[in-house]
Structure formats: structure tokens, C-alpha cells
């Protein structure tokens, strides 16, 4: 059974700084890992994804930011956010099964999700 659990979300103020990490069991190896956000009366929106040989991809609007990365012994993807805005408060996801474009993928390629953890910026 495929689990995903993302933890460290939270409430920071513009231009602070959280890591985000996402546990993954049951997934078979050489999985990618994708973080998605979803802003309220938003869609999800692609942010980041990391292949299983750490090649990595960003949107633009958080390149120079954000850093994914991975944890191979602890089968854990974290994700970095610097310098965050208030436009990056949503809810991020973290997602597997992954069958498109790491650059790009979209929601509807991603198999696996995980429950989601609010992240909460203050102007």
C-alpha cells in the first residue's frame, strides 16, 4: 500500500523560510516525487519534482527559492522554501506514481498523494 505523509507546514512571514518533507512507503524504487500546491479557488498547480537519480525541476515562479531533495536511507523528499511571499500560501502536496514530464507535470499524471499540509504566509 502506497503512503505519502507530508509534514511542516505552518504559518512564517514573508520572506522566512520552511522545509516541507514528504515520507513515502510501499512506492516501488526508482520513484520521482512532486510537490503540488493548491491556493484557495485555485487549481493545484505544479511546484517542483525530483527524479529518482536527482535531477530536479521548478516553476518559475518559485526557481531560486525553493530546493527539493531527497533522503534515499530515509525514503524521504524534503522541499526548502526561502524567501517565501504570500503567494506562496496553499495547501502543498506531495505526489508519486508520476507519469508525465518532471518539468511539468500535471495533476492528472500523478497516481499517489499524500494529505496535504498548509503552509501560511504573512505580509
Known amino acids: 500500500q502506497v503512503q505519502l505523509v507530508e509534514s511542516g507546514g505552518g504559518l512564517v512571514q514573508a520572506g522566512g523560510s520552511l522545509r516541507l518533507a514528504c515520507a513515502a512507503s510501499g512506492l516501488r524504487s526508482n520513484y520521482a516525487v512532486a510537490w503540488f500546491r493548491q491556493a484557495p479557488g485555485k487549481e493545484r498547480e505544479f511546484v517542483s519534482a525530483?527524479?529518482?537519480?536527482?535531477?530536479?525541476y521548478y516553476t518559475d515562479s518559485v526557481k531560486g527559492r525553493f530546493t527539493i531533495s531527497r533522503v534515499y536511507a530515509a525514503n524521504t523528499v524534503l522541499l526548502q522554501m526561502n524567501s517565501l511571499k504570500p503567494e506562496d500560501t496553499a495547501v502543498y502536496y506531495c505526489?508519486?506514481?508520476?507519469?508525465?514530464?518532471?518539468?511539468?507535470?500535471?495533476?492528472?499524471?500523478?497516481?499517489?498523494w499524500g494529505q496535504g499540509t498548509q503552509v501560511t504566509v504573512s505580509s
Open positions: 505526489a508519486s506514481g508520476l507519469r508525465g514530464d518532471l518539468s511539468g507535470l500535471s495533476p492528472k499524471e500523478c497516481d499517489y
Open positions: 525530483i527524479s529518482w537519480y536527482g535531477a530536479t
